[in-house]
């Protein structure tokens, strides 16, 4: 080999580096559009991310048919954050830094999307969250936005629905609620307040308020004391993982009132707890029986694609890429500042999970379904139109 020769690879492997060996440090080409996409692929919440992802993948997937600004293609580049909020600012610094990415999707709890929020604003890499409830996501600043509706809204109807008479489905008015909030976990710190706020306003009273903290296995003493506080239903403002952990004790304690919860319920292993969560409810962003045309021709699609039934993290997945999307082919280029720009005038967005039109503080306002479990199964008790 010429010494030239020599040289010039030399050169070529000290840019390359030695962490460029997978395909996601790959330098972008002009024929691509780089997204990044920071998730919970793997930890305690994994769910919420694989299944945001598989939305975003197969959304991209749709768009690359035809392409984007005279056919670019996207390349998503995704990294697991473990459910961990550190990791997600490490994850999205990663993105913005390695991969140079224009937009970034994520994160589903609103935990991990303050954290890697706040990454992207100061680097003025727009944001779009599928999922992230709490109101404060998007107060990080004006590269934050999120697809879904807020939990002031959804609180306020987790408060309305229980005081709610259902004959169809057996449902009284539940007029003495005990809450049971995780402290370690904004979206359900959240979540509860708005429930607190509104509840009593519907002739509601709040018997007992208990807290724990994510990572806990005993949650019987709290549970000990709402039974004695006898309500007539227990509000639990966190996550699936801690769901089912609680349903099983508080049954062994015969606490056998109806649970029931907010977006944070919805998983899978929700609906597969048995008997313990018969005639529970909660609120979510979809249900897998909504019969509107453009629902069932999504989940028939993501069942072709993944094999399985899409939740509500993969319906707004799915709908979070569409509309960055959008903002791309309006904005013409594919430059942070102006997708931002785009994304703060998204109006009428027709997603698979509702319309989708951001209002001044870079929120949507979608319509909420009530889930009731019975019989391992979800299906729509009640909706919500937007406030
Ligand atoms: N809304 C939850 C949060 O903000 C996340 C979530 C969304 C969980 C949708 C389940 C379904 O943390």
Known sequence: MKPFAVALLAAASLLLGSGCKDDSNKKSNANEIVVGE?????????????????????????????????????????????????EAVTAVQKLISRDRVVAVLGE???????AGGGVCQKAKIPMISPASTNPTVTAV???????????????????????????????????????????ANDYSKGLSKAFRETYPKNGGQIVAEETYRESDNDFKAQLSKIKSADPDAVFVSGYYTDVGK????????????????????????????????????????YSADDPRPEVREFIKRFQARWGETPDAMAILGYDAMGVLADAIKRAGKAEPQA????????????????????????????????????????????AIAPQ
């Open 108 to 114: 589903v709890a609103s935990k991990r999307s303050l």
């Open 38 to 86: 920071y998730a919970s692929m793997t930890g305690a919440t994994a769910t919420f991310g694989q299944s945001s992802h598989k939305g975003a993948v197969m959304a991209m997937e749709e768009i690359n048919k035809e392409g984007l600004l005279g056919g670019k293609k996207i390349r998503l580049v995704t990294e697991d954050n473990r459910s961990d909020a550190n």
């Open 246 to 285: 609680i349903l099983r004790q508080a049954r062994e304690l015969q606490l056998n009132v109806p649970f029931f919860g907010g977006d944070g319920w919805d998983s899978p292993q929700t609906l597969q707890l048995g008997p313990i969560a018969d005639n529970c409810f909660y609120t979510d962003h």
């Open 141 to 183: 600043g004006d590269y934050v936005f999120r697809i879904c509706f807020t939990d002031d809204f959804q609180g306020m109807v987790d408060a309305q629905f229980a005081i709610k008479e259902l004959p169809d489905i057996g449902k009284k008015p539940w007029k003495k609620a005990a809450v049971f909030t995780d402290v």
């Open 339 to 382: 997708i931002r720009d785009a994304l703060a005038t998204t109006k009428d967005y027709p997603g698979a999970s509702g319309t989708i039109t951001m209002d001044a503080n870079r929120n949507a306002r979608k319509p909420i379904v009530v889930v009731r479990i019975h019989g391992g199964k979800g299906s729509r008790a009640d």
